[in-house]
């Protein structure tokens, strides 16, 4: 055999053996659960919470909390990132139940006490079903879908499902596939990837306002990603910038709070344009 043909086999032997490891791996390299307990008992201070469960249709059950407040605004709908539970991840409802707004929070599958095999579309599938029995009880006007890191992909694509009263994205990604290419460019991940995640697809179906919060310094998710993001629904989407923020810690920086205080509680209103330079001349001579 020649040399040249034996280098060849050898690339593609590791190119196949790459790629096979790459497929039944990359659960593992992209979700980092953390398994709790089923007595394990909840608790946040000077919080009250619900827990409960949700049966799915193919046998599995997700876990997830209520975080209740007196005479509520409105419920937040907060889809948590990749790691740990939402015994970790609980932490943040405070910086909605203090603006006086419900939480409701829910463990992927694999996550803290949610059972079942993990795919893109049985997720999306849980996560509508927990929107419906909200949805029983409030109306969507009065609904916000909050998607952090990971969840922005599946709050992006319920709120395009949905008519929400707003959906917030906090350090959202354009695609996971691209992301991805990003570190490892040779491979063919549209063929491997088994959560692609095109948020940028299903954002283009969303009418609600979106809100689009990012850190200047994210090196997992770089904040270019919300810019293209803020560009694909422009007369919907307003893109808030926490300088200095990274991929973990806007919760650390009063500017994100002052944020998502205006974001929240803030009713949106038309702006007067007339007058302003953006008015041609001419049509203002008319009116």
Same mark, same amino acid.
């Given at each position: ?10 690339? #593609? ?8 490891? #790459?497929?039944?791996? &990359? ?7 953390? /398994?709790?307990p089923k007595d ?6 000077? &919080? ?10 193919? !046998?599995?059950?997700?876990?997830? #909390? ?46 803290? /006490? ?5 795919? &893109? ?11 419906? &029995?909200? /949805? ?54 549209? #063929?491997?990837? /088994?959560f692609p995640m ?6 283009? $179906? ?33 893109? $808030?910038?926490?300088?200095? !923020? ?25 702006t007067d344009l ?14």
């Amino acid at each position: 055999m020649p040399y040249w043909a034996y280098i060849t086999l050898i690339v #593609l032997a590791s190119y196949i053996v790459l790629s096979v490891l #790459l497929y039944f791996l &990359q659960d593992y390299i992209m979700f980092k659960p953390e /398994k709790l307990p089923k007595d394990f008992l909840f608790h946040y201070d000077n &919080q009250e919470i619900e827990e409960y469960n949700v049966e799915t249709r193919d !046998g599995a059950v997700i876990n997830g #909390l209520h975080f209740k407040t007196k005479n509520p605004k409105g419920i937040v709908f907060y889809l948590k990132g990749n790691s740990k539970s939402i015994k970790g991840w609980g932490k943040f409802a405070v910086d909605f139940t203090r603006h006086g707004y419900d939480v409701v929070m829910v463990d992927y599958r694999g996550f803290g /006490k949610s059972t079942g095999r993990r795919t &893109q579309k049985a997720v999306k599938r849980d996560l509508q079903i927990v929107y419906n &029995q909200i /949805k029983e009880n409030v109306s969507e006007k009065y609904i916000i879908l909050y998607g952090r890191s990971l969840g922005s992909g599946f709050a992006t694509k319920l709120a395009s499902m949905n008519n929400p009263r707003m959906l917030i994205l906090d350090a959202p990604y354009y695609s996971l596939t691209k992301m991805a290419k990003k570190y490892i460019p040779f491979m063919p991940l549209s #063929l491997l990837v /088994k959560f692609p995640m095109p948020t940028y697809k299903w954002l283009q $179906y969303v009418q609600c306002p979106v809100h689009i919060i990012h850190g200047t310094d994210d090196k997992l998710i770089p904040y270019k990603t919300s810019v293209k993001l803020s560009k694909i629904k422009p007369k919907l989407s307003r893109l $808030y910038t926490v300088i200095g !923020g990274g991929h973990k810690n806007l919760n650390t920086f009063e500017s994100y709070h002052k944020m998502l205080d205006e974001i929240i509680n803030t009713k949106p209103k038309p702006t007067d344009l007339k007058g302003s330079s953006m008015v041609p001349k001419k049509l203002q001579e008319k009116e």
